[in-house]
């Protein structure tokens, strides 16, 4: 059974900070990973620490009297953010299965046609 | 508070409404009525100008939906110019896919969406359908640019779009979530009081217009962020770079016009100028001096479309009416001369999967006449020679920047035009001084694509010439644009 009084006295500004973490991994992750998937669930984990942002302040607005509704308007976000993620999904792994059709491999660097 | 849709709340959108119902119908009957896909791309010319008509008949009620949509003069002078590009693209299409043997449905389907997405776009004034509006303008972008499946360069061209813009998104919605924290609203008119009755920036609200400005720049292709733009634009079906060319940006720029002046960033940090000026200078110098060696002819106007945000940069920085009217008309004016150029360049091209190289175009002033002329007067209209729509639009934004206050602004500007003009007279110098005897490569000839391309470089003739009602529709639209 979880503790709710402990889940509440966790402060807003470590949310924030682990979705500050998790922005840095995942543009990490972008950057200097090559294979197609791996990017592809950084760019994910990129978008969850916006989620995980919103979520962390509207914890934060939750606790303010009279702030109640900013805090709903937040919470609200998040949901639109997951379901925009799914669909990303669909493109980017759709993308990736017709990669691996005409080249056999998803390592990004086979894409290489395009320069100067 | 509970928010019941009422009627003119739906009247509001219906325009997108009837794009969006549209977009699904088209998929379902192509699975089920075969002989109906002959006519497709006929159905969706019709459909567009449904749309059109339905936003220039019914009301402009202001802000609906609960204060998160706000469709007013703004909303129909954008929404009419991205209406018209997709009219063209589409116009462009079909020949086009016939060719490339792609003909699927699908295709017009996800234009359709991506159109919606832009309109909603330009009419947001809540970050939650700014956002939404970017991503469903984004993502069927994503499978529009690899539809040629089967031709790795436009698979790679989707590809580097995909991974590009999740980027670019991923840092707009951290940068959301930040404005949000700072602000408390997620409302961008509130979040506009809110900061100007702030003294200066705290770091929260500096880090997340960071993300936001940064991941806009990104879908703009400005200076730093600009590295994508060229593949993707030379991997893309020729339709559809002509849609990215014209339509996310035409949105995206209005977004971001709405926060900047919104919160009125020019008083707010002395850092903004520096930021803004170095987006908009160095897109300036890039895209033109890269211009300039380029081979590709769609390589070379992606790089010319990146000195044209350079320029539309210039407008969002002055801010105020001024800055307004002139983002207004000039991204009207880069619409409707780009994608008049990217049909002539469908007509000028034989295999997607080759380079579209500008010595192909050799003599083809005299061998096709009409797409060599359209082509001519749409690039001379983009290096901004009058009497063109370019020159009208170049004009209006460098008048602003100097009443602004910014005349080393205007100045740089006009001294790049002036760089920009070699690279494009070098495309009209292979077309027309090259003797008539000599080699040219045969393209097919193709109707319907010499129509549209004939029609566009009327308008931007007409307009250049006239542009009265355009300047005073934009003007009367800025007025809703700026706070």
């Not at chain 2, 969406?113 to 509006?133: I, N, R």
Request: hydrophobic share 60%; aromatic share 12%; glycine share 8%.
């Amino acid at each position: 059974m979880m503790n709710a009084d402990l889940l509440i006295s966790v402060p807003y500004t470590w949310v924030l900070a682990l979705s500050g973490v998790l922005l840095a991994i995942g543009i990490l992750g972008v950057l200097l990973r090559r294979n197609a998937i791996t990017i592809f669930l950084s760019l994910e984990i990129m978008l969850n620490s916006g989620t995980l942002a919103f979520a962390a302040f509207a914890m934060h607005f939750a606790a303010i009297p009279g702030m109640e509704a900013t805090a709903l308007n937040g919470q609200m976000f998040i949901f639109f953010i997951i379901a925009i993620a799914a669909a990303e999904a669909a493109v980017g792994l759709a993308l990736f299965i017709a990669l691996h059709r005409l080249k056999g491999s998803i390592d990004v660097d086979r894409a290489n046609i395009l320069r100067w | 508070m509970l928010f019941v849709p009422s009627s003119s709340d739906f009247l509001a959108i219906l325009p997108e409404i009837i794009l969006t119902v549209s977009a699904a119908a088209l998929l379902l009957f192509s699975i089920s009525a075969r002989p109906f896909k002959r006519y497709v791309g006929e159905i969706t010319l019709f459909i567009i100008v449904v749309a059109g008509w339905a936003r220039l008949t019914f009301p402009l009620p202001g802000k609906v939906w609960g204060g998160t949509i706000q469709i007013d003069a703004v909303s129909s002078f954008v929404d009419l110019y991205i209406l018209a590009a997709v009219f063209v693209c589409v116009w462009s299409a079909g020949p086009f896919l016939r060719r490339a043997e792609y003909e699927h449905t699908e295709f017009y389907s996800l234009l359709l969406l991506a159109t919606v997405g832009a309109m909603v776009m330009a009419s947001a004034v809540d970050a939650l359908p700014l956002f939404l509006g970017l991503e469903l303008l984004s993502l069927p972008l994503y499978a529009l640019t690899a539809f040629l499946k089967r031709t790795s360069i436009s698979l790679e061209a989707g590809l580097k779009y995909f991974v590009v813009g999740a980027f670019a998104s991923a840092f707009v919605v951290y940068g959301l979530a930040l404005l949000y924290g700072a602000t408390g609203t997620t409302n961008l008119v509130a979040m506009g009081h809110a900061v100007r009755a702030m003294d200066g920036l705290n770091p929260l609200l500096a880090l997340g217009l960071a993300g936001v400005v940064g991941g806009f720049a990104f879908k703009l292709a400005l200076f730093p962020f600009h590295s994508w733009a060229p593949d993707v634009w030379q991997g893309s079906p020729t339709p559809v770079t002509a849609f990215l060319s014209v339509v996310p940006k035409g949105a995206v720029l209005i977004a971001l016009f709405r926060l900047v002046d919104g919160m009125d960033l020019l008083i707010l940090s002395s850092r903004w100028l520096i930021v803004g000026s170095i987006l908009a200078i160095g897109s300036q110098f890039l895209g033109n001096f890269a211009a300039i060696v380029q081979r590709d002819i769609k390589r070379m106007l992606a790089y010319s479309g990146i000195a044209h945000m350079g320029y539309a940069m210039v407008a969002v920085i002055v801010a105020g009416l001024d800055g307004g009217t002139g983002v207004l008309v000039y991204m009207s004016a880069y619409t409707l001369m780009n994608i008049g150029a990217f049909a002539v360049v469908a007509f000028f091209s034989i295999d997607e999967g080759e380079a579209h190289l500008i010595s192909d175009l050799q003599a083809q002033g005299w061998h096709r006449p009409i797409p060599a002329l359209a082509l001519t007067i749409c690039l001379f209209s983009l290096a901004g020679i009058p009497p063109l729509f370019g020159f009208t639009a170049k004009f209006m934004v460098f008048g602003a920047a100097v009443n602004g206050g910014f005349v080393w602004l205007a100045v740089i500007g006009v001294v790049n035009s002036l760089v920009s003009a070699f690279c494009y007279l070098r495309v009209v110098y292979v077309m027309y001084m090259k003797p008539e005897s000599s080699i040219a490569t045969e393209f097919s000839p193709s109707f319907t694509l010499t129509a549209a391309a004939a029609l566009t470089a009327v308008g931007v003739f007409v307009i250049g010439l006239y542009p009265t009602p355009i300047l005073t529709a934009a003007r009367v639209a800025a007025l809703n644009l700026v706070r």
